[in-house]
């Protein structure tokens, strides 16, 4: 038999509990989003860049994991929504990366909205926690910066784009 009973909840407003939970879904679509992304680089025999896609891919489910537990450990109840289906078709590495960089910057709006609506809220606790955000974001943002500078230079040339290929590969989890 089991017993039930109703937890015990913190502070949170409910304005935050709704866009903690929305970031949520958003961390995770970002995660599929980039495994699509590596799904397509894997069909066009490009191994670096879907390795990176699919690392990046982990991160963002880790990003999602991360306010899932902030949740949970503030005694708020997380409410999983379903995680809309990316796109499966995507152009070229360069468009992709453009794409990407796009993405994250939107990801960077909406953490920076969080941030606005915890100190709207008065929640000092939420807003030291979206300070990991905000300085991941500088850093994901710089990284797609750095793969597009480098496609910049590596124009047309298929050797060219093969050699960064390869690059891409050596990135590590904790890069």
Do not use: C
């Amino acid at each position: 038999m089991y017993l039930y009973y109703t937890r015990r909840t913190t502070m949170l407003s409910e304005k935050l509990k709704k866009a903690l939970n929305e970031q949520i879904n958003k961390e995770f679509y970002s995660s599929y989003l980039y495994l699509s992304m590596a799904s397509h680089f894997d069909a066009n025999a490009l191994p670096g860049f879907a390795s990176w896609m699919k690392m990046q891919a982990r991160e963002e489910w880790e990003h999602g994991m991360k306010f899932y537990e902030y949740l949970y450990e503030a005694g708020s109840e997380v409410q999983l929504e379903a995680i809309a289906k990316p796109p499966v078709k995507f152009g070229t590495p360069k468009q992709i990366f453009e794409e990407t960089y796009k993405h994250e910057q939107g990801v960077t709006a909406s953490i920076n909205a969080l941030f606005e609506l915890a100190k709207a809220e008065k929640d000092p606790k939420t807003e030291v926690m979206l300070h990991w955000f905000i300085n991941e974001q500088v850093e994901e943002e710089k990284n797609d910066r750095d793969i597009l500078d480098m496609l910049d230079k590596v124009g047309d040339s298929h050797f060219g784009l093969l050699q960064l290929d390869q690059q891409v590969m050596a990135r590590r989890a904790a890069d």
